[in-house]
């Protein structure tokens, strides 16, 4: 069993109070904290229980994790499964991706592995009412969403399916399955033809042995082969990935996140002959963290030019009716404010929920558009704030 044994934060906005409190009577699988003024909440996830979606396919695009065909089905009808719920209980998920998925493992010695395993798991989704960046606010019903979020998982996992019994007969079956659920999914057809279609097969496929010990995950077209090589490295490789948490930990769970894939790709290309420098990876750490940090300020810098300018256009507006004098330096307190609130909200917090975020180039651009929706409301109010507190003072005067 892989041991990934570190803490990290969501947060999300959301649009509707008694909407998200339904998603989670449905979906509460970790802490959530409220902050209701901001429309805001914050989970607290622990990984040594659960694993991201986009996580697990990255660690099986990448041969790190061995998954069998089987378990590859039973994902696919479990998230399903899952989206039928939540729409059967009225409650839609209307920004839903690889990056909001979430198995949660019922026993605490169960993760994913190196070899073969069956895990006992429940699915559940985050960010209810959260926009994602990548359609800028675009929504999409859970139940039209789901089919493209399975051509994914099919193109990240297909070619890692191994078989070693019946291998080119039992192979030809396996990617006949999977290009009918493609297909499927690609022809927008219904959550429950899609869930039939599964049930079927697996039905058809699964061994009467497998049945009597509860294995419902092992089709008869399964790779049972443990690989010794594989399972004899596995305290190793933890050992590693707790070093990397470690290093990770002091500069925050972005770091974590993104000296964890660096690692684990590495392992993975020379699992049998692979050899760790912790030093080095001191090193790594530092240089990726001043990346995060000009990164960061090259953000800040937009935003702060962007306010100025808000700022500056706003108090033009006011001064058609108000004669006050707005000095420089009020201007810079105002900003300086503004700027911080931005960076602060969950508009832009949510985009460091996850490094696959941080991966892309264009991630600044995104916050960036996100955030002007709000950017422009919190410095008109600002503006206004001063405005007022000039006519309170001129009015005590005249008093």
Same mark, same amino acid.
């Given at each position: 069993?892989?041991?990934?044994? =570190?803490?990290?934060?969501?947060?999300?906005?959301?649009?509707?109070?008694?909407?998200?409190?339904?998603?989670?009577?449905?979906?509460?699988?970790? $802490?959530?904290?409220?902050? $209701?003024?901001?429309?805001?909440?914050? /989970?607290?996830?622990?990984?040594?229980?659960?694993?991201?979606?986009?996580?697990?396919?990255?660690?099986?695009?990448?041969?790190?994790?061995?998954?069998?065909? &089987?378990?590859?089905?039973?994902?696919?009808?479990?998230?399903?499964?899952?989206?039928?719920?939540?729409?059967?209980?009225?409650?839609?998920?209307?920004?839903?991706?690889?990056?909001?998925?979430?198995?949660? /493992?019922?026993?605490?010695?169960?993760?994913?592995?190196?070899?073969?395993?069956?895990?006992?798991?429940?699915?559940?989704?985050?960010?209810?009412?959260?926009?994602?960046?990548?359609?800028?606010?675009?929504?999409?019903?859970?139940?039209?969403?789901?089919?493209?979020?399975?051509?994914?998982?099919?193109?990240?996992?297909?070619?890692?399916?191994?078989?070693?019994?019946?291998?080119?007969?039992?192979?030809?079956?396996?990617?006949?399955?999977?290009?009918?659920?493609?297909?499927?999914?690609?022809?927008?057809?219904?959550?429950?033809?899609?869930? !039939?279609?599964?049930?079927?097969?697996?039905?058809?496929?699964?061994?009467?042995?497998?049945?009597?010990?509860?294995?419902?995950?092992? !089709?008869?077209?399964?790779?049972?082969?443990?690989?010794?090589?594989?399972?004899?490295?596995?305290?190793?490789?933890?050992?590693?990935?707790?070093?990397?948490?470690?290093?990770?930990?002091? =500069? &925050?769970?972005?770091?974590?996140?993104?000296?964890?894939?660096?690692?684990?790709?590495?392992?993975?290309?020379?699992?049998?002959?692979?050899?760790?420098?912790?030093?080095?990876?001191?090193?790594?750490?530092?240089?990726? /963290?001043?990346?995060?940090?000009?990164?960061?300020?090259?953000?800040?810098?937009?935003?702060?030019?962007?306010?100025?300018?808000?700022?500056?256009?706003?108090?033009?507006?006011?001064?058609?009716?108000?004669?006050?004098?707005?000095?420089?330096?009020?201007?810079?307190?105002?900003?300086?404010?503004?700027?911080?609130?931005?960076?602060?909200?969950?508009?832009?917090?949510?985009?460091?929920?996850?490094?696959?975020?941080?991966?892309?180039?264009?991630?600044?651009?995104?916050?960036?558009?996100?955030? &002007?929706?709000?950017?422009?409301?919190?410095?008109?109010?600002?503006?206004?704030?001063?405005?007022?507190?000039?006519?309170?003072?001129?009015?005590?005067?005249?008093?």
């Amino acid at each position: 069993m892989l041991k990934f044994c =570190y803490q990290s934060q969501e947060v999300y906005t959301f649009e509707n109070y008694d909407n998200l409190m339904n998603s989670l009577s449905l979906d509460d699988f970790q $802490s959530g904290k409220f902050d $209701s003024p901001n429309n805001m909440i914050t /989970f607290n996830i622990n990984h040594s229980r659960c694993i991201r979606l986009s996580d697990l396919l990255f660690y099986i695009q990448i041969d790190f994790v061995r998954i069998q065909f &089987g378990q590859l089905l039973h994902l696919i009808l479990s998230i399903l499964k899952k989206v039928e719920l939540i729409e059967s209980q009225g409650l839609e998920h209307e920004y839903l991706d690889i990056n909001r998925i979430w198995l949660y /493992f019922k026993e605490e010695s169960q993760y994913p592995g190196l070899i073969y395993q069956i895990l006992h798991y429940s699915i559940h989704f985050t960010g209810y009412s959260c926009p994602l960046k990548y359609v800028f606010g675009v929504k999409q019903k859970a139940s039209i969403q789901i089919q493209e979020i399975i051509c994914q998982i099919i193109n990240s996992c297909s070619n890692r399916i191994k078989q070693q019994k019946n291998k080119d007969k039992n192979k030809q079956i396996c990617e006949e399955i999977l290009e009918q659920i493609y297909a499927l999914c690609k022809t927008n057809s219904s959550i429950p033809v899609i869930i !039939l279609y599964l049930e079927n097969t697996i039905c058809f496929y699964k061994e009467d042995k497998y049945i009597e010990n509860k294995l419902v995950q092992l !089709l008869n077209l399964d790779d049972t082969d443990i690989e010794p090589e594989r399972q004899k490295v596995i305290g190793e490789v933890n050992n590693i990935i707790k070093q990397i948490i470690e290093i990770g930990n002091t =500069y &925050g769970q972005v770091c974590v996140e993104l000296l964890l894939q660096d690692a684990i790709t590495k392992i993975t290309q020379n699992l049998s002959n692979f050899s760790f420098n912790r030093q080095s990876y001191e090193t790594y750490a530092q240089n990726k /963290f001043k990346q995060l940090q000009d990164q960061e300020q090259d953000l800040q810098i937009l935003v702060e030019q962007q306010t100025k300018n808000l700022i500056i256009y706003f108090i033009q507006q006011y001064e058609k009716d108000f004669k006050f004098e707005i000095d420089e330096e009020e201007i810079i307190q105002l900003q300086q404010y503004i700027v911080k609130s931005i960076l602060q909200s969950p508009q832009v917090r949510h985009y460091y929920n996850t490094y696959q975020y941080q991966k892309d180039s264009q991630i600044n651009n995104y916050i960036f558009s996100a955030i &002007g929706k709000i950017q422009q409301q919190i410095i008109k109010d600002g503006v206004e704030s001063i405005f007022m507190y000039k006519i309170l003072l001129l009015i005590n005067d005249l008093i």
